[in-house]
């Protein structure tokens, strides 16, 4: 019988942390070793790391991932192995697979389609391998193949496919079929977003099937360079057959999956039902708590600080911290998930405790603010056992504003200074919680999401003060329901008091009324119109017509509502571009610097608006 003990591993890897990236791999290799794997495949890039950035460009990292695979390679004893790294060829950085059997290297298998949309810029970095070629490359005075290329073990053909790769019609499958290979390996680095898991899954097993082999996947695991966020996919498919679906976004360093591979029985058997992927709620908690457990821990921070108001947003903060502790407790123990976060050993084994320890809120009011956004803060923080502070900015804002009265020679007024009085308040809270997150050393976060950042309601430098912004690639929409939904789901009790209230500021005179909804347009109705005319990049009239079939609003409202929104849009790119880093965690997102590019000065679409009517 024509049989093979696969392994495919997932590691979380930090850019130019050789010595971390070294140690997972080698732990995956010995690991295989004990289960008796006879080739074992990690993910994309995994020697560096995918995110590097223009350091791709150097000359010194390709050769030091070189140094790095050499050190490895003899480690490979007893078994294949397939690992990523950039390979600099004839004065070209190409992204490669390196094949090894028995310690030896074999060759160097390149990536042939690189990936040039949202957030990936590899055309940049890496120069694309011509199809079905092949060249020679001298690796430390020895000569080995290098390009699209396959290989035999146990008599079993196999080839590969790097990412990208996989994702188009005409890819590299299509000539390994030709060459009669039966096993595909694809090593990734496919960032996560939601709902993106069961198309994967799906492109792997019909993979499988269309070209007759069998099909092994395996992406990184973890936040790897700070934005996005690898979800550890380790999935193996044959025949159209689903056989084997690894554990998404683990808090493991390192994780082998392993399944043994008959290729000698030509039956092929009916189609699997495809396992069930989590729904967006609860991907979210999952996603965004690895992501936070990974920047603390790499940027070597002592925890998170948060001016929690007792709101939707910064309610979603806390929250997320809380279910890092309990993920990252439950699946490591508490001795390990203190290790990795670097917490005293000797702080107790109690998730109230650590989430004490490592999460400082505050809640900063006004003459502005309610007794119930007040409890509902205090309330949430004792439920998940944050450290709570409370104070008055009012004093600094009575300054700020006195000092301006005096130079200008008049008082202000809401009448005449609305947008000053309110962004004041904001900007008044900032410098006293980066105080205390600097007194901490810990990292401030910042609780807009990404409705605010479509419409730029948000004070810059106020609300947007942050070194991390943990929610601004999730809607407002989304958080809302996300709350009542982790209330209910997760038994957040803490949350019942925010579940109950209205979304607002609470920057205006509490006799206004204030509503994030009044101020800019109902949420749900917002978010359409983002979708089609951001994500789907839609002009004015075109989001009109698709989403007035929606029924939402009447058109001559649902036009208003456009045009606002088109116009905050184009006044308000300069305060994107200043987001704090954020998670890559939807299809699409409004960071400049990783999917949405949009000029700072612009005609605000005035002409196209002039259409609408």
Known sequence: MKTLKLGGATVNQIPLDWKNNKANILACIAQAKKEGVELLC?????????????????????????????????????????????????????????????????????????????????????????PSTSDTIDVDGKAYPIGELTFHLKEIHLGFEICEDAWHDVRPACHHMEKGVA????????HFAFGKASFRQNLVVE???????????????????????????????????????????????????????????????????????ADQNEEFPKAASLALFDY????????????????????????????????GTEELGFDAFKTKL????????????????????????????????????????????????????????????EKVEKALGRQLTWEKDDIALQNIQARARSPIIWMLANIA????????????????????????????????????????????WAQRELGYEGLRRVNSLTPTAELRPKEQH????????PYHVLVAIEREGIRNRKSPLEVFEIVKMLKLEPDALLKQHIKRFFRLWSRNQWKRERIAPAFHLDDFNVDPRTWCRFPILSGGFEEELERLG
């Open 514 to 521: 204030q509503s994030d909804e009044t101020d800019l347009m």
């Open 42 to 130: 990690l993910p994309e890039l995994c020697i560096t790391g995918y995110g590097c950035e223009d350091l791709f460009l150097s000359e010194w990292l390709p050769t030091r991932a070189m140094e790095i695979l050499l050190e490895i390679a003899p480690k490979c004893d007893g078994l294949a192995v397939a690992l990523g790294l950039p390979v600099r060829h004839q004065n070209k950085v190409y992204n490669c697979t390196c094949y090894i059997v028995d310690g030896q290297i074999q060759g160097f298998y390149a990536k042939q389609t690189l990936a040039n949309e949202g957030v990936h810029y590899e055309p940049r970095w890496f120069t694309p391998w011509p």
């Open 183 to 190: 096993l595909i390996l694809n090593p990734s680095a496919s």
């Open 441 to 484: 050393n810990a990292l401030l976060l910042t609780t807009s999401n990404r409705s605010e950042g479509d419409v730029g309601y948000a004070t810059m430098d106020g609300d947007t003060s942050g070194s991390l912004a943990p929610i601004a690639a999730v809607d407002k929409e989304f958080v809302k329901q996300w709350l009542k």
């Open 207 to 277: 993979s499988s099937k269309k070209f007759n082999v069998a099909y092994l996947y395996c992406n990184l695991l973890g936040n790897e360079a700070g934005r996005m966020v690898y979800d550890g996919d380790v999935i193996l498919a044959q025949y159209g057959e689903l056989l084997s679906y690894g554990q998404r976004l683990s808090f493991v360093s390192w994780k082998l999956q392993t399944c043994e591979v008959n290729f000698s029985n030509p039956e092929r058997s009916e189609r699997q039902a495809i396992k069930p992927i």
């Open 296 to 327: 603390m821990r790499k940027s070597r921070s002592k925890g998170f600080v948060l001016s929690l108001s007792g709101g939707a947003d910064s309610s979603t903060c806390a929250v997320l911290v809380a279910e890092m502790v309990r993920r």
């Open 342 to 401: 670097g917490l005293p050993s000797s702080l107790p084994n109690d998730r109230k405790t650590i989430v004490h320890s490592i999460l400082q809120t505050a809640y900063q009011g006004t003459v502005n603010s309610s007794d119930d956004t007040f409890d509902s803060a205090k309330e949430l923080a004792e439920s998940i056992g944050a450290t709570f502070f409370q104070w008055q900015i009012d004093d600094e804002v009575r300054g700020y504003r």
